[in-house]
């Protein structure tokens, strides 16, 4: 997804960090999320380093095709009310590393969007909010599990519609919280119409992000499920 969980902004938005001198090169090699993740990944999203809200992701095979499917929901209180609240709901169908089809539903405090993609042979078609957009070439969407995102300089936005266009840079190792632990990750931090660091394992698996709200505040994502053996600093 591509939306902040924060009164209406777009996600990964606003955040610049500084990068290391010990950069490593963006991988490009695309790998089985069930064999990653098994069949479901769940992370806690933090505002300013109290809970707000969860995004979940699960895994299934149809035949030879991947599906997953993608659940987030955020509410922000306001003195004893709800503030804020956000939810998104999306299912993407995979062939390899090719994304073959998306249908994505967002309420963002009750504005409300919808968009599909479909893919046939290498073009792509892509109906938002906004119209319908058709693509020479396929993209990822903006889909943090696989780390194929930061690979490509333009994404897939699953709220707008859009295509957005992104630089990622490596900028050396993290040590990130999780539920079981401290783990070590590799960091990268993407400019653009998209902004954030974002943390994935050695092998490949999607840890969280970080970026700034646009009200100032500080939002995170953190792996609540990455297996136990990885959450120890090595």
């Known amino acids: 997804m591509s939306r902040a969980p924060i009164p209406s902004l777009a996600l990964c938005l606003g955040l ?63 003195l004893f009310l709800t503030g804020y609240r956000f939810d998104y709901q999306s299912t993407s169908i995979w062939e390899g590393d090719l994304l073959t089809s998306l249908t994505a539903r967002t309420d963002d405090d009750g504005e409300l969007s919808e968009v599909s993609i479909t893919r046939d042979e290498q073009e792509m078609s ?19 599990w696989s780390q194929s995102f930061v690979q490509d300089p333009q994404v897939l936005n699953t709220i707008t519609g859009h295509v957005n266009n992104i630089t990622t840079t490596a900028v050396g190792s993290a040590f990130v919280p999780a539920a079981n632990g401290i783990i070590r990750a590799n960091r990268y931090r993407l400019d653009g119409d998209i902004r954030l660091e974002t943390w994935y394992d050695p092998a490949g698996r999607w840890l969280g992000m970080r970026f700034a709200g646009e009200d100032g505040s500080t939002i995170e994502y953190r792996c609540r499920t990455c297996p136990a053996q990885l959450a120890r600093a090595q």
């Open 16 to 78: 610049v960090l500084p990068a290391s001198a010990n950069a490593q090169e963006v991988p490009s090699a695309f790998v089985d999320p069930l064999a990653l993740y098994g069949p479901r990944v769940a992370y806690d999203i933090l505002r300013d380093g109290e809970k707000v809200g969860d995004h979940e992701i699960t895994f299934s095979r149809r035949g030879e095709t991947l599906v997953a499917e993608t659940s987030a929901s955020i509410e922000v209180p306001f």
């Open 126 to 144: 892509i109906t938002g909010p906004t119209g319908t957009l058709e693509l020479d070439r396929p993209l990822l969407p903006t889909e943090h």
